[in-house]
């Protein structure tokens, strides 16, 4: 609202201002309301001072038989007490056609320096009159004004009087009527082009294309009071009509869109009209050009108040910012329409004769504008405020997944545990519960030596401490824990009289590995060196652990110089062997045994990376 | 008055059948003497204080703490007794903690008469075991010294192993025994155990350079 406050002060200070001024012209000069007329005169020069128009005219004419460009003479006199010392100036608030203007017989200016027209219609006209031409008492100012196709001839409000009194006045009125229009022109276009870069950008808010294109329109359209060229009357009437309905029909579809309502068939229609409107004109040619236009103007005024009422309406459903602005715009732009309409049909009669229309078009970029960048900054406001809230919404997202992933890895290591766990009295009841409960029934079936308790007790403790070895810290590393099982058994071997070759490379690397597998090639390892202790008598133990290639593969084997085995003959061996096996495939090793009379192997091979 | 001559022992026990043990094994070995028998912490450290030690023998689980505190009050008032742990499985961990202590040999419990003996007089030359996964334990810890251990006054050289002493634990830590090693680096049997002596003490020295270094670190102490 505030903004709409502002944008009316400023505008009814314009206006206020422009009256205001208007009520200070005449003074001093001499205004000449009435002319004779020569209708039959077609000379180039002005006809003798003594000649008295035969006709009176107060500034428009019409000839009969015209030909183009043919030109006829308005004669005015005026008296002047005495001789003037300061220059004088001729001022004409307006003429439709070339001007050339005399003086007591002397020409004083012209609208071009040549015959060629002008379509300067809206600019004031002001040529400065030596003192030395004008003499006391009665003197003459003759105007040939130059026809158009139709005959007409118009000039408005010629006024002579000191240069210093008539040229303030010439300026303003320039400047209303001129550098007002080209103002507007300049902010139409800047304003539309901005509408038009955000449009590019956002190709689905077409309420900027049309705001663009309303105001792109507009430029072109206001470029007539100001543009003054030399070309023919049709094409400069095209002008003036044509961009005026495709600029209603933007107008009418931004105002839609602005208050995001949707009529498709009246939009189409709206469109089409101006098309046609276009074709109409074109086609219809020189010839009908006024009927056409005219006509124009009508459906004009029709489109534009609709837009009235429909923006009324609208601020009537919902009085939002927007639509109050956009209303007081259409207002502001039918009203000074209207104004515009009584001036060219002379139904109203001005001093300035300025044209409203373009400042209309001043009031509606601005106003539309405001409200964009309005509409603009809310939603940079509520992005920015959305971007917080997405921000804290995604802070507590995180910390709800990082609890979540905190959760779930301590379900992880707790299942891990639960894994170890198991595997730990798996092993416990496979490996040192059932040993020590077979050692509890040969203890208790009185059939063993002291010397031979003792010996079970010791694999039960060897067992275990396998197990613990493979759960240490530096249980993940096979060398180190095959070393230390070499650590353990070497004392004992070397009592049952056993030399134990250790094959490992010094810069052999441990293979990676986890505890289970390690664990279970220990137990291969362990039960291969018992078996060969036990029955096949060696005198040689040979553990070798090699890497064979890059891709990680390793063997480890146990080889004896013992008498040897067949497989299934020896019970409590093939238990043994078939415990190998299954440890084996549980650890994903691959395991060949072979055995003849002069010893066994044992061979394990992995890779490092199955886990 | 005890006979000087003999090597004055502390045991640190609390299980009474290993201590008896350890008690029956030593007063039939000839020239040891024992001066106390302790079944905790307190006791151990009392004892140790009120007499000189030539040799203790300590177990690390204690009812009231952990045997590396007897170790440590040991070898920083008399730095010239050997010290033996005594554990039940070989727990590395343990066994690394209690050489930083200050201990120099290690032992498991189910050794028979002679391996103890062994042991202890092994020990008591100047020998110190060393097993794979204790060789590995002590590489790793080696390897995490800050890059700044201690200040040079306090040492005159900055504590980390030598390239023969790294070399020789690696070998340990792959399964070479002491054997092994002296025949692949060409050295003798007596320098691989000077090496491993050193390495004993290195650690002990290193541990201490780190807890003052960690101490430094945490604003504990001003240098």
């Known amino acids: 609202m505030k903004v709409a406050r502002t944008l009316a002060a400023l505008f009814a200070y314009g206006f206020g201002a422009l009256l205001a001024c208007a009520s200070v012209a005449g003074a001093e000069g001499v205004r000449l309301g009435e002319f004779e007329y020569f209708p039959e005169y077609t000379n180039a020069a002005p006809p003798p001072p003594e000649a008295v128009g035969p006709a009176r005219t107060n500034g428009i004419v019409r000839a009969t038989d015209s030909k183009p460009r043919d030109a006829r003479f308005l004669r005015g006199r005026f008296d002047l007490d005495a001789q003037p010392h300061e220059v004088y100036a001729l001022y004409i608030s307006a003429a439709n056609r070339g001007v050339r203007a005399f003086v007591n017989g002397v020409e004083v200016g012209s609208t071009s320096l040549s015959d060629a027209e002008r379509f300067g219609w809206n600019y004031p006209l002001f040529f400065s009159i030596p003192p030395a031409l004008l003499h006391p008492g009665s003197n003459t100012l003759d105007l040939r004004l130059t026809l158009n196709e139709s005959g007409w001839g118009s000039l408005r409000d010629a006024e002579i009087g000191p240069h210093a009194t008539l040229k303030p006045i010439y300026d303003k009125v320039l400047f209303w009527r001129i550098t007002g229009p080209q103002i507007t022109s300049l902010i139409a276009v800047l304003t539309g082009a901005l509408a038009l870069l955000v449009w590019m950008r956002r190709r689905r808010e077409t309420v900027f294309l049309w705001f663009a294109l309303t105001c792109f329109m507009a430029a072109i359209r206001n470029a007539h009071f100001y543009v003054s060229a030399p070309i023919s009357g049709f094409w400069y009437e095209v002008w003036a009509a044509v961009p005026l309905h495709w600029m209603s029909a933007a107008f009418a579809l931004f105002s839609l869109r602005l208050c995001e309502r949707r009529f498709p068939k009246t939009e189409a229609t709206l469109l089409w009209a101006a098309l046609a409107w276009t074709l109409i004109v074109l086609l219809a040619g020189p010839a009908h050009i006024r009927l056409t236009v005219d006509l124009g103007y009508l459906w004009l005024m029709i489109v534009n108040l609709g837009i009235l009422v429909f923006a009324f309406m609208q601020c009537l459903r919902q009085p939002k910012v927007e639509r109050i602005l956009l209303f007081i715009a259409v207002l502001v732009s039918v009203a000074f329409g209207t104004m515009d309409l009584t001036l060219l049909t002379s139904m109203r009669d001005s001093d300035w004769r300025v044209y409203m229309l373009p400042y209309s078009t001043l009031f509606i970029s601005l106003a539309v504008g405001a409200v964009l960048v309005d509409a603009f900054a809310r939603a940079r406001s509520r992005q920015e405020q959305l971007n917080v809230e997405l921000d804290a919404r995604l802070a507590a997202r995180e910390r709800q997944l990082r609890e979540q992933h905190q959760t779930l890895l301590k379900l992880e290591r707790e299942q891990a545990v639960a894994h170890e766990r198991q595997r730990i009295l798996r092993d416990i009841h496979d490996g040192l519960g059932s040993q020590l409960i077979s050692s509890i029934h040969l203890v208790e079936g009185g059939t063993l030596e002291p010397a031979r308790v003792g010996a079970l007790l010791r694999e039960c403790v060897d067992d275990l401490r396998l197990a613990i070895d493979s759960l240490k810290p530096a249980g993940e590393d096979l060398l180190a824990v095959l070393g230390n099982f070499r650590y353990r058994m070497e004392p004992r071997l070397a009592h049952a009289g056993v030399r134990l070759d250790w094959h490992v490379a010094a810069d052999s690397r441990s293979p990676r590995l986890g505890a289970q597998q390690i664990l279970h090639t220990l137990r291969i390892v362990q039960e291969a060196v018992t078996n060969a202790l036990k029955h096949a008598s060696p005198s040689v133990l040979r553990i070798s652990f090699r890497e064979e290639t890059e891709a990680g593969e390793w063997t480890l084997s146990v080889e004896d110089d013992g008498v040897g085995f067949r497989m299934p003959s020896d019970q409590s061996r093939g238990e043994g062997l078939q415990n190998m096996r299954t440890r084996a495939a549980q650890a994903r090793l691959n395991l060949t045994i072979e055995s003849n009379e002069t010893g066994a192997t044992v061979r394990i091979v992995g890779t490092s990376d199955n886990e | ?223």
């Open chain 2, 1 to 223: 008055m005890a006979d000087p001559d003999r090597i004055a022992t502390l045991i640190v026990e609390d299980d009474p059948m290993f201590r008896s043990r350890f008690e029956e094994i030593l007063s039939r070995a000839d020239g040891y003497r024992i001066v106390a028998s302790a079944a905790s912490v307190a006791d151990g450290i009392a004892a140790a204080r009120a007499n000189r030690i030539d040799l203790l023998v300590v177990d690390l689980g204690l009812p009231d703490g952990d045997g590396t505190a007897v170790i440590r009050e040991i070898s920083e008032r008399q730095p010239e007794c050997a010290v033996m742990v005594v554990t039940v499985f070989g727990d590395e961990e343990h066994v690394v903690n209690a050489i930083e202590a200050g201990a120099s040999s290690y032992l498991l419990k189910d050794c028979n008469e002679q391996e103890f003996m062994a042991a202890i007089r092994d020990l008591l030359a100047g020998g110190s075991p060393m097993n794979p996964m204790v060789a590995r334990l002590v590489l790793d810890r080696m390897r995490r010294m800050p890059p700044q251990p201690t200040p040079a006054s306090s040492l005159d050289k900055p504590i980390e192993l030598s390239e023969r002493e790294t070399e020789i634990l690696t070998l340990v830590a792959k399964g070479f025994s002491f054997a092994d090693i002296c025949s692949l680096l060409s050295i003798t049997n007596n320098t691989v155990k000077t090496h491993i002596n050193r390495i004993y003490r290195k650690l002990a020295v290193h541990s201490r350079g780190q807890a003052v270094y960690e101490a430094t670190r945490l604003g504990l102490i001003e240098l």
